[in-house]
């Protein structure tokens, strides 16, 4: 073991090449150390432990040489690890920085942000944003309502047009376009999801309303609203509690009914204002992200969220692809 004296007794490129041999084996036990605890951090919070070919149960298989647990399917005899299928396979980063960049991008950071501050490139800072688009729409898929329910459309409209004229806008080559619209909805214990009428353009009819809370609202919930034509056709079929109010500026039951829907609304509209460029094809999963965020911050406070960002992401699948960002 190297002491004080022979340490003083080294010349300089001496010392240097002993530090840079130290610096090396200290990365490569990090490693280890990292590669294990993501294990252990995607097995606890993993939503799906089947294969994900076959979709039956793995069956323990010993370890790996590295000593990571290894599993096998019984059906297709493929191998997994505990990582396997969730956002830290293949990842090279511990779960401290991984925990940093989700901490950089809960905070609304842009990518070359994070990029600069994570001490990664752009591509890596995508590939995690990717990632929380992932968790928050698979918690907005397990979301279903009850209690105390309020539901809205938002109206994006197509970019480069003008002329609004009866529900349609004129672009700049001479076609006609119309506004897009996202289901928001949201109970009182936190729950809440986004969904995007992407199958036909225009204001949505009663019974594309209908299908998109058929399944996803409890039976007999208090659902506020404003009072929507299209809202009618939800309330009868799925037996819920009308409780409508029709806009109308500055009147006080309005605002203190639909205070709640307002607030995350304005904040959804100020999520996708500061993400200019986002692909129609990726609306419904940044607002699934912008409601978790607001909804879960607003229950348990930002610190709060990070963390479970981070563990909802640790046992997540991968499915949004970053090279479609924009």
Not at 218 to 225: A, D, K, N, R
Not at 245 to 251: S, W
Request: one cysteine or more; charged letters at 25%.
């Amino acid at each position: 073991m190297l002491d004080e004296e022979t340490v003083s007794a080294m010349g300089d490129a001496e010392l240097s090449a002993a530090l840079a041999l130290l610096r090396s084996e200290a990365d490569r036990r990090e490693r280890g150390r990292a590669r294990f605890e993501k294990a252990e951090l995607s097995k606890r919070n993993k939503r799906d432990p089947r294969c994900p070919e076959c979709g039956v149960p793995l069956m323990g298989d010993g370890r790996r040489k590295d000593g990571v647990r290894s599993y096998e399917c019984p059906k297709c005899h493929r191998h997994y690890s505990d990582t396997s299928s969730t956002s830290l396979s293949s990842s090279k980063l511990t779960p401290a920085k991984i925990r940093a960049i989700l901490t950089l991008i809960t905070l609304d950071c842009p990518d070359w942000v994070v990029a600069e501050i994570a001490g990664v490139n752009v591509k890596t800072a995508q590939y995690w944003v990717d990632r929380c688009l992932d968790a928050a729409g698979e918690w907005s898929m397990e979301s279903r309502l009850s209690g105390h329910v309020w539901i809205d459309e938002m109206r994006f409209a197509p970019i480069r047009a003008s002329g609004f004229v009866d529900g349609v806008w004129t672009t700049y080559a001479g076609r006609i376009a119309k506004d897009a619209y996202m289901e928001v909805a949201f109970d009182s214990s936190g729950r809440g999801f986004c969904h995007l009428f992407a199958e036909r353009l225009g204001t949505p009819g009663s019974a594309m309303v209908s299908e998109c809370l058929s399944g996803r609202i409890e039976p007999g919930s208090l659902l506020t609203h404003d009072g929507a034509s299209c809202h009618n056709r939800a309330v009868r079929e799925l037996s819920l509690g009308d409780d409508w109010v029709k806009f109308v500026a500055g009147d006080a039951e309005y605002e203190r009914k639909m205070k709640l829907m307002s607030n995350c609304c304005s904040y959804l509209r100020h999520c996708f204002e500061s993400h200019n460029g986002i692909k129609f094809s990726k609306l419904e999963a940044y607002g699934n992200f912008f409601m978790y965020r607001w909804s879960h911050v607003r229950k348990h406070g930002l610190r709060a969220t990070i963390e479970f960002l981070f563990n909802r992401v640790c046992g997540t699948a991968k499915s949004q692809i970053s090279e479609s960002l924009f």
